[in-house]
């Protein structure tokens, strides 16, 4: 079917553009054929044209750039705030299928289409996944894109602060990359080859050295981190920011602070141990680590507990390479043109295990398989950025969910 504007001139869509996820117009950079002139610009999509008033788009100039508004019902005249008509293209929709994508908004199940995904080809599932897993990691390259700018195209400060956000897991994620920011990486290598040094700047950096001690570990680390402290001119995070609440002793900021330390002297300085070795094996071994003696007894300062071995566990060192260097090799092969890092990330996120928890447990129900954590990864990110918000119409399989309804 030809396409045509309300005033009957022809439109032919040369590129549809790219669906924008946050505020502004709904299609980025289209180029669209209207009449015998080339458009490049935004595009606007509505069910009645007067919603363009409703959604105060009369009052944004980011609007100004629209060169097309699909309506279904062309019920007000469209303008920029020049004054300007803007193009219309009015597309009917079938009643059945806007009565279905009603149906998908208003679903309060945890998955929209639930109980319809077996009437979907599975490679056609396979594919969106693969497009999820690749959107993931694209989102994270901008994140690292961002860090690389805060350190001046720095790629060892930027795997530093990606390294000290990962111990985090999660909850404490920004109060570690706060406390990467608050030491310099030329400072850290210094003591790199000493533990006791490490764990007195991570510490005293952290808030953790304030006052005096019944331990003398604790005031041997104050001691040793006052003076540090004033050598290079440092001035430590408030405490106040670490999330102790609800989080198992062994995910305790306290404990992570530790593994990092022991990490960091393992390492000496040289994160190519990790960035430029090839073998999935050799990374976890590097991650094999525990905690210094004091730790052993403790979770946190001054309150002994049981001794207890507390080295960095498989699922802990498994979130590390998944989080962080898979997206870490991912960036540096796309921003650095060097195709062997970015094959080398997604060969690692098929060899690791899929991750457990109760959002993979609901896809398993569908009979969607979890092979990896390439898989894993893909339906995570599938249910956080298109499920949860009912971006149905922005998702494949949404598209195919309905397709299916209306041919039947």
């Known amino acids: 079917m030809a396409l045509q504007t309300i005033c009957g001139q022809a439109v032919e869509v040369i590129h549809p553009g790219e669906p924008n996820t946050n505020a502004g117009p709904d299609f980025f950079n289209a180029k669209i054929k209207i009449g015998d002139t ?4 935004n595009v606007e999509v509505h069910i009645r044209a007067s919603d363009w008033y409703e959604h105060k788009h009369q009052e944004d100039k980011a609007y100004d750039n629209v060169i097309l508004h699909v309506v279904e019902d062309n019920d007000a005249a469209i303008t920029r705030t020049n004054g300007e008509l803007i193009p219309v293209l009015k597309i009917p929709c079938p009643f059945s299928l806007y009565h279905e994508y009603v149906r998908l908004k208003n679903s309060v199940q945890w998955l929209a289409c639930a109980g319809k995904l077996n009437q979907i080809n599975p490679f056609e599932i396979s594919l969106w996944m693969q497009r999820m897993l690749v959107e993931r ?5 901008v994140d690292i894109q961002r860090i690389l700018q805060q350190t001046t195209q720095n790629w060892d400060e930027t795997f530093y602060r990606l390294l000290f956000r990962s111990f985090g897991f999660g909850v404490n994620g920004d109060p570690f990359e706060l406390l990467a920011q608050t030491i310099p990486l030329k400072v850290l290598l210094k003591y790199s080859d000493n533990l006791q040094l490490l764990e007195a700047l991570l510490y005293g ?7 005096d001690f019944r331990d003398e570990y604790l005031n041997s680390l104050s001691r040793d981190y006052r003076f540090l402290q004033q050598k290079h001119e440092l001035v430590p995070i408030e405490v106040h920011l670490w999330k102790f609440l609800r989080l198992r002793p062994s ?6 602070i530790a593994q990092l330390a022991a990490l960091l002297a393992k390492l000496k300085g040289v994160f190519g141990l990790i960035t430029n070795t090839t073998d999935l094996k050799k990374i976890e071994q590097i991650l094999d680590v525990g905690v210094s003696a004091y730790w052993l007894e403790h979770y946190v300062m001054q309150k002994k507990s049981d001794k207890k071995d ?13 989080n962080t260097i898979i997206p870490y090799l991912f960036s540096f092969g796309n921003l650095t043109g060097q195709q062997t890092y970015i094959k080398r990330s997604m060969d690692w996120l098929t060899e690791l295990k899929a991750e457990k928890n109760a959002v993979l447990d609901r896809w398993k129900e569908e009979n969607i398989m979890v092979n990896n954590a390439a898989d894993s990864q893909a339906l995570i990110y599938l249910s956080n950025n298109y499920c949860k918000p009912k971006k149905c119409l922005r998702c494949s399989i949404g598209h195919k969910v309905l397709t299916i309804k209306n041919s039947m």
């Open 205 to 211: 950096q952290a808030g953790f050295l304030m006052g």
């Open 251 to 256: 995910n305790f900021p306290t404990i992570r």
């Open 137 to 141: 990691l694209e989102r994270k390259m």
């Open 38 to 41: 080339l458009w490049a610009g």
């Open 310 to 322: 507390k080295n960095l566990g498989a699922n802990s060192k498994n979130l590390i390479i998944i």
